[in-house]
């Protein structure tokens, strides 16, 4: 993500035309000597990384905000410290591109936040069919990934751009000089 593009979402979102599309931060099953048996919630670097996210949505500024994750414990944990709750939604967990759940849910003048996974971001379509992602969301680099977004006059929906959990802290203080 640019810091142009950073700016072009945060003016999004000061306008409550934004969209965030946040993948689960890291889940105990990829370190379950963390988390004890049968948890298939959040590790300790998961939940540091949903904290990041957090605050850097935070920075964004106050605006209205619209907060969806998947029924999940790992989904919902991570809405928990990365934006403070929200609803649990089936349609954030199921197979199928989740594009005119989106359009549904999504409101003039409020910015949507959608806890999900990454299958659901791999199948970001537009309206066209056209995938939005170039890349593979489920690799382990990827969790805690954020695509940015908003739906385009005609209803399809556009990236700005992505960012991982480490990347949150520094845009701040990068757009801020530029």
Known sequence: LTNQQYRDFKNLWHHGEAIILLRHTEKC??????????????????????????????????????????????????????VHGGEGRDWLRQDGSILPRIQEAKRADTNLVLVTHSHCLNELQNQNGDYLLDYNAGKLENLGIAVLAKLTDSGDLETIGCLRPNQWSKLGKHTDES
Request: aromatic content about 6%; overall charge negative; proline content about 4%.
């Open 29 to 82: 099953s990829i370190h379950p000597e963390q988390c004890g048996l049968n948890d298939t919630g959040l590790t300790g670097q998961g939940i540091v990384e949903a904290e990041i996210i957090g605050r850097g949505i935070d920075e964004l500024g106050e605006h209205q905000i619209k907060r969806f994750y998947s029924p999940a414990l790992r989904t919902m944990l991570t809405a928990h410290f990365a």
